[in-house]
């Protein structure tokens, strides 16, 4: 917070706080102290950086609020005082709705839009913090106050999502988890954070503070533009936007302008992050070392497995270490076991006493690599929908008075998002290839919504010619099938898949549905998030013709 607010020209400094494993978390929080449920780091920063904002005229949007923002206010009313400061601090509320009964919730909670925090800032809040809103509806807000955009103006309202959804992950806008990271400049530099100059129009143009690390380029915009984002209909609660449209161009260093942005009326419904207690989980990593690993691992299992009682048991998959390795290290491999159950007994002690009572009586070398742990809790992730009806958006001025933000009044309706990958393609002539890996000149971008997992993949802006660009996206296009992907995937091969084509990106959009299972925090996957997912497929090898290259 510091660090944007002393490095550059600001309006507006945003936070997006809330994950949706956040929200669980959250909840347990307030399941000992029902005080809480917001992001108590956001309060520390407020502590050190609110003097600074207020002298600068820089504002403060956040959705730290997460289950309590009234809470939160509170707080930061507490520490302004305490610093000497009188700032006007907003909140706005109505996004829970556990009151509707929504079964097993723990957390259940609406993604509000923009139009609350622009309520707010019109009245002249320096601070709003909200529960949940989308994360780019933090940015949305903003730009309604400033430019005064109406309910209607889609594509305005449409731009600005964009510009949220590229600046909302930190620096994954200026090169954070981009697969050519070997391009950046500056790797000895902390990454800058983006900044996104949001115009009338709605278009915008994503920069960072000059000096700081990172870059900002086509490429770099464009891994965040395709990140978790499903279908080519991006839909969030003010405006749906599509995202087939959005045109990236440079304008500069570290400049990219976005452009074109076509939006249209919101969906009737809105979605709802409901986090429910899912039950009791445990795990242990085990050794194996040197030679005859796979003969170990089916020794242990075949010891272990008949004292374990949980609903769930996991054993992941070994993986021989290499010949004549010149480090114990690198001659061993890991087999972990993960279980999962409703109860906490088969779990804890019943799970961790079968481990250690077999330490001096399995397999040569037996040895783990962290002491045995108690059972843990986790939560289960599923979206719901709610009538607009059921939620009151309402923002709480700094001065206590309540306003009720209207509904939009007009709503898209349901259909299918166009841009799925057509199929048959033409088939292709034979040509000379080379085996390479897929990663050659296309870039991944890969996370998690729910129990389903999303790539994003692009052809990299590597100053070829216009032509052989054009080359490489229908390769692309044609490479990405729905039935192809599972041999590039074999975890996926049994699963469900969309393939989604963004033209003016030169990208694809995968939804792996279920490669998860129950979402983040139930997942046994070895990468519960799908963030490495993307980088997996870029090492896969595949077929890539001569002139391509």
């Known amino acids: 917070m510091r660090e944007m607010l002393e490095g550059g020209e600001l309006d507006v400094l945003t936070g997006d706080y809330l994950a949706e494993l956040t929200m669980l978390i959250l909840g347990k929080d307030q399941l000992e102290d029902p005080t809480l449920g917001y992001a108590r780091t956001f309060v520390r920063q407020v502590e050190d950086c609110l003097g600074l904002a207020l002298e600068r005229g820089v504002r403060i949007v956040a959705n730290a609020g997460g289950l309590n923002p009234a809470g939160l206010a509170d707080r930061l009313r507490e520490v302004a005082g305490g610093l000497g400061l009188d ?96 391009s950046l400049p500056h790797r000895d530099r902390p990454l800058g954070f983006p900044v996104a100059e949001v115009a009338a129009d709605g278009s915008s143009v994503i920069t960072k503070h000059a000096g700081t690390g990172g ?63 899912g039950g009791w989980r445990n795990s242990a990593e085990l050794v194996l070392t040197g030679l005859d690993v796979e003969a170990k691992a089916e020794w242990v299992r075949s010891q272990l497995e008949p ?80 009538d607009r009806a059921d939620v009151t958006h309402t923002v709480v001025h700094a001065d206590g008075r309540r306003e009720v933000v209207a509904d939009p009044g007009r709503y898209a309706s349901d259909g299918e998002a166009p841009g799925a990958r057509p199929s048959p393609y033409p088939g292709r002539t034979d040509v000379l290839t080379r085996r390479l890996p897929l990663g050659t000149f296309v870039h991944a971008r890969s996370g998690d919504k729910g129990g389903d997992a999303n790539i994003g993949l692009w052809v990299a802006h590597d100053d070829v010619p216009r032509e052989q660009y054009d080359a490489r996206v229908q390769w692309l296009f044609k490479m990405m099938s729905p039935r192809g992907i599972g041999a590039l995937l074999p975890e996926a091969a049994d699963l469900e898949v969309d393939v989604w084509l963004l033209p003016h990106l030169g990208a694809v959009n995968l939804v792996v549905h279920g490669l998860l299972g129950q979402g983040v925090a139930a997942s046994t996957r070895f990468d519960p998030q799908a ?19």
């Not at 700032?87 to 929504?102: Q, Y």
């Open 215 to 277: 870059a900002v380029t086509v490429d770099t915009v464009t891994a965040q533009l395709v990140y978790e984002i499903q279908s080519t209909r991006y839909l969030g609660p003010d405006v749906t936007v599509h995202l087939d449209s959005v045109r990236l161009a440079p304008d500069g260093e570290d400049r990219v302008r976005i452009s074109g942005v076509v939006g249209e009326a919101p969906p009737e419904r809105l979605k709802v992050c409901v986090n429910e207690l």
């Open 531 to 549: 963030k490495g997912l993307g980088e997996w497929l870029r090492s896969r090898l595949v077929s890539i013709e001569d002139s391509l290259l």
């Open 87 to 182: 700032p006007a601090i907003a909140h706005v509320e109505g996004d829970d709705v556990r009151d509707l009964s929504l079964e097993g919730a723990l957390t259940a909670n609406a993604y509000l839009g923009g139009f609350g925090i622009a309520a707010a800032l019109r009245a002249g809040a320096d601070v709003v913090v909200t529960g949940r809103v989308t994360d780019a509806s933090l940015v949305v807000g903003p730009a309604v106050a400033h430019h005064g955009w109406s309910p209607t103006a889609y594509d305005e309202l449409a731009g600005a999502v964009v510009a949220g959804h590229v600046i909302e992950c930190g620096t994954q806008a200026t090169g954070g988890n981009f697969s050519g990271f070997l």
């Open 307 to 386: 004292r374990l009682t949980a609903a769930e048991v996991v054993w992941s998959d070994v993986v021989l270490p290499p010949a004549d390795a010149t480090t114990e290290e690198s001659a061993s491999t890991l087999l972990r076991c993960t279980v999962k159950d409703p109860s906490p007994d088969p779990v804890g002690r019943a799970f961790t006493s079968a481990l250690v009572e077999l330490a001096l009586g399995s397999y040569p070398g037996f040895t783990m690599t962290a002491p045995p742990a108690a059972a843990t809790p986790f939560g289960v992730y599923r979206a719901d929908h709610v």
